[in-house]
């Protein structure tokens, strides 16, 4: 959404990848004055759920092999953000229950965005790859009545598609990583990019997702922030180990709030890789209290989308 959400999406497929949002990145729930409500999880899975780039379906164009994150990892490492706590994270009071929270889910196929139309509130959105329209009017036709964000992994190559997508989708979500997708010059001029695509966007009534790659979130929050409607933070590659999810995502979320203190910021879970219902839980459990959505970067295949409705129904009951 991977941790990469548009190669994932958007190459349409690549974006939230290597599908390029692909693009694996959703609106706010009010906070309740109620008592706070703790998830019921069970213990989270060994497995460690690596992000997997935003694929294609077999039907759309060429998908590219490169994974966002771990293209990152390979450019240049990523420094970790130094951890808030040293002892295990511990359960977070949230004012939010994690049921109203929305979630934003990229759609690779048409099972997942069947799927969305099916389960979807107001706040949910869906992230459909754009910068092959084809694959983009395919699937939004599958959801004629919820909300739809465009992603793309290029400013370059997504402005001139608004015209088309004026009307269509609320929101734009912007895959920056360390990767091809993205090109150079975005990259080393990335918070000029991001200001002028704010700009551009909001005069058009379309929102702003970001969801960069945590290289760039911790080198650029304080600046990003401001420009954003929706923060993504990708974790989906380090979510089997829930003391580094806590500890990458929570600086991070202070930072993005402190910049801009009506940005929403979504922490992102993944399904591939044998991740399951309860390690994606048992993940987000740690930030919970400090979050207002949630993303799910989740692949196209079944295996895939079995455990994204899995997730779905154990957090909406």
Known sequence: MPEQIIRHVLR?????????????????????????????????????????????????????????????????PVTSVPPTEAATPPLVQQTTPVSQLPILVVLLGTGAASYYQQFAGPADIGI???????????????IPTKTIAAGIESWEAGQPLLDSLQGRASYVAYDIEHWPQTPAGEQQNIVATVQNMSQVLHSRGIKFILVPDRQFDQQ????????????????????????????????LIATAKSANPNVKVFASVGTNNGATSASMQAALHTVLGSIDGISVFSMGDQASLNTLEQFVSDIRK
């Not at 459909?128 to 599958?142: D, G, K």
């Open 220 to 251: 650029y929050m304080p600046q990003f922030a401001p420009f954003a409607d929706i923060i993504v933070l990708q974790g989906q590659r380090i979510q089997s180990d829930t003391q580094n999810f806590h500890d990458q995502l929570q600086p």
């Open 128 to 142: 459909i790859p754009a910068q092959r329209l084809n694959y983009f009017n395919n699937e939004a036709a599958l």
């Open 12 to 76: 349409p497929a690549s974006w939230f990848v290597g599908a390029g949002v692909a693009l694996a990145i959703l609106a706010v729930a009010a906070c309740s004055g109620s008592r706070p409500t703790l998830v019921n999880i069970n213990t989270p899975t060994a497995e460690r759920s690596a992000a997997a780039p935003i694929v294609s379906p077999s039907t759309s164009p060429s998908v590219s092999t490169a994974t966002p994150e771990s293209a990152a990892t390979a450019t240049a």
